[in-house]
């Protein structure tokens, strides 16, 4: 077992859970998220729901986060609208935030159980997308 146990960012899981509490609407918006980026600022975001496949709230963060010139995150945590609590990432944005920040922390678990652990804790044998871009020469 490789996983390591990490401090848990209590002040993100609030920042998401408050994002989820005040901005989710609908079924457009059901899922927030809140990131640390490296330089210790928060930054959230909103899911946006679509059938044709719109992002989770970890990918709209993403750009988000680019938005305001915050390119390394160092952990994300999701919160679920109606009091759900912390939802863990999908298989689709392990796989993006893996290939984004190979070095990020994920916040998991529910209740008192919550803890830190890594992306590629998560993705166990996985497919680094960098690994494969092989020049054509
Ligand atoms: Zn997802």
Redesign the pocket.
């Known amino acids: 077992m490789t996983t390591q146990t990490h401090h848990v960012d209590h002040e993100l899981i609030e920042a998401a859970a408050e994002v989820a509490r005040t901005r989710c609407r609908g079924d457009n918006h059901t899922m927030a998220a809140a990131a640390r980026a490296r330089d210790g600022r928060i930054v959230t975001a909103v899911n946006a729901y679509h059938f044709t496949g719109g992002p989770?709230a970890?990918?709209v963060l993403i750009g988000t986060a680019a938005a305001q010139g915050a390119y390394e995150l160092d952990t994300i945590v999701a919160v679920g609208d109606r009091d759900r609590g912390v939802v863990p990432?999908?298989g689709?944005?392990r796989q993006v935030l893996l290939d984004y920040f190979p070095a990020l922390k994920v916040i998991v678990g529910t209740g008192d159980r919550v803890r830190t652990v890594r992306i590629t804790d998560l993705l166990p044998e996985s497919y680094v997308w960098a690994d494969h871009q092989l020049d054509a020469e």
């Open positions: 989770c970890e990918l990432p999908c689709r944005c």
